[in-house]
């Protein structure tokens, strides 16, 4: 499978991809050689330093482009699905004002797309939740950050599309922990592949729950005291 897409230098993305690849059957970056790797790429070993200074150079840079391969399409999608629910009147229940038919459509929707990406995409995930708890700080530090980044797009998308009745700080603490939450619920999607329809569900009805639960306590502390 090749994941790097074009508009990376060939060296570079043979590189990746090789590293991909092996780290997919339970390696880490770290255990990784040079040889082992340039071999796997089919290359000389000493193209590897004309793309990279280390080895967890290339770890960053290959989660760096994972994660943009990813990022944009999900906040297209969100705009998307909540634009087709005004036009199309998919209006539902209400909570303190905010529409929930569309705030579910937009997580029906952007969730099936991380799940797909997960689907088509495996070995990515696989690495990405193993050098997480790794031997790299360096590489632990950057996916840390890549989840932060997920987290901070769907709190700008939520709050720009006035998908939830919360403050910007409730938005964010809880899309931090709902990025968190599913990028480890991918390895159970890639694992229990007859279990994907109901790893989908209760993602969305965790991220649904978890928004409506925190509006409805911000409601109950702005209340004023009998």
């Known amino acids: 499978m090749t994941l790097v897409r074009s508009g990376v230098a060939q060296g570079k993305r043979l590189l990746m991809d090789a590293a991909l690849r092996l780290m997919a059957h339970s390696r880490s970056l770290s255990s990784l050689g040079l040889r082992e790797l340039a071999r796997e790429a089919g290359l000389n070993p000493n193209t590897f330093y004309r793309h990279f200074q280390s080895v967890d150079e290339l770890g960053m840079a290959l989660i760096r482009h994972i994660a943009d391969q990813l990022r944009q399409p999900l906040r297209d999608l969100r705009r998307e699905a909540a634009q087709r629910a005004a036009e199309g009147g998919e209006g539902g229940p209400r909570l303190l004002g905010v529409d929930l038919g569309r705030g579910r459509l937009v997580c029906h929707e952007t969730v099936a797309l991380f799940f797909r990406f997960v689907e088509e995409n495996p070995e990515a995930f696989i690495v990405g939740m193993r050098e997480l708890h790794g031997a790299s700080p360096l590489l ?41 939450h599913l990028f480890q619920m991918s390895l159970d999607y890639l694992e229990q592949v007859d279990q994907r329809p109901r790893i989908c569900a209760e993602a969305e009805e965790m991220i649904v729950t978890l928004f409506a639960g925190a509006s409805v306590l911000r409601s109950l502390e702005q209340a004023p005291r009998a």
């Open 140 to 180: 632990r530090a950057e996916l840390r950050e890549v989840m932060e980044g997920f987290a901070q797009d769907m709190a700008e998308d939520i709050q720009n599309l006035q998908l939830v009745a919360l403050d910007g700080e409730g938005v964010k603490r809880l899309s931090s922990l709902i990025s968190r």
